[in-house]
T-cell receptor
Framework: DQQVKQNSPSLSVQEGRISILNCDYT??????FLWYKKYPAEGPTFLIS?????DKNEDGRFTVFLNKSAKHLSLHIVPSQPGDSAVYFC????????????FGAGTQVVVTP | NAGVTQTPKFRILKIGQSMTLQCTQD?????MYWYRQDPGMGLKLIYY???????DKGEVPNGYNVSRSTTEDFPLRLELAAPSQTSVYFC??????????FGPGTRLTVL
């Protein structure tokens, strides 16, 4: 039973344009959401997070939006750079699961020149 | 700071063999985790620990064991390896229960 879903396995975007990655969840107890970035042969690295009391969080080129009623969050990368080419994982945790993160399957982003 | 280190990086096991995946963190984090990632899938939690001497099962604990005798170390033991345990294993640690720091992973193949 996958509680966090990333329905787009891949995304190709031109350098300088916006990348939009989507994530849906089913568990209404989730109250904290994170995005991780992963390069090949490396572990995931934390990118940005958002608490359910907010609907937007920005950090430089990265913005995460949360729509609680739709159980949907998205990650915007503006402008996209070649170094952003990686797999992006959405993750969620909730008050009923202590800190056990549920991960989506990931979206492979390729930024082309 | 080295962060989270894992050894070995790669390993091939025969069915029925056993091995221990090592994980060490130097950030003095209380929380530590073991995940596995199968191709095209997200990370799934195997075991976690909230401090030395305390461990608990995650989503996919069958076929694995852990121990946590120190804050720094959190080894994962595979007994009687099976092909279904072929995966990439990640260890992680965290100060709080949310933002986790990951090691580089161990790629395990069971033949």
């Amino acid at each position: 039973d996958q509680q966090v879903k990333q329905n787009s396995p891949s995304l190709s975007v031109q350098e300088g344009r916006i990348s939009i990655l989507n994530c849906d969840y089913t568990n209404s107890m989730f109250d904290y959401f994170l995005w991780y970035k992963k390069y090949p042969a490396e572990g995931p690295t934390f990118l940005i997070s958002i608490s359910s009391i907010k609907d937007k969080n920005e950090d430089g080129r990265f913005t995460v939006f949360l729509n609680k009623s739709a159980k949907h969050l998205s990650l915007h990368i503006v402008p996209s750079q070649p170094g952003d080419s990686a797999v992006y994982f959405c993750a969620a945790s909730g008050s009923d699961s202590w800190g056990k993160l549920q991960f989506g399957a990931g979206t492979q982003v390729v930024v082309t020149p | 700071n080295a962060g989270v280190t894992q050894t070995p990086k790669f390993r091939i096991l025969k069915i029925g063999q056993s091995m221990t995946l090592q994980c060490t963190q130097d950030m003095n984090h209380n929380y530590m985790y073991w995940y596995r990632q199968d191709p095209g899938m997200g990370l799934k939690l195997i075991y976690y620990s909230v401090g030395a001497g305390i461990t608990d099962k995650g989503e996919v604990p069958n076929g694995y064991n852990v121990s946590r005798s120190t804050t720094e170390d959190f080894p994962l033991r595979l007994e009687l390896a099976a092909p279904s345990q072929t995966s990439v294993y990640f260890c992680a640690s965290s100060y709080s229960y949310n933002e986790q720091f990951f090691g580089p992973g161990t790629r395990l193949t069971v033949l």
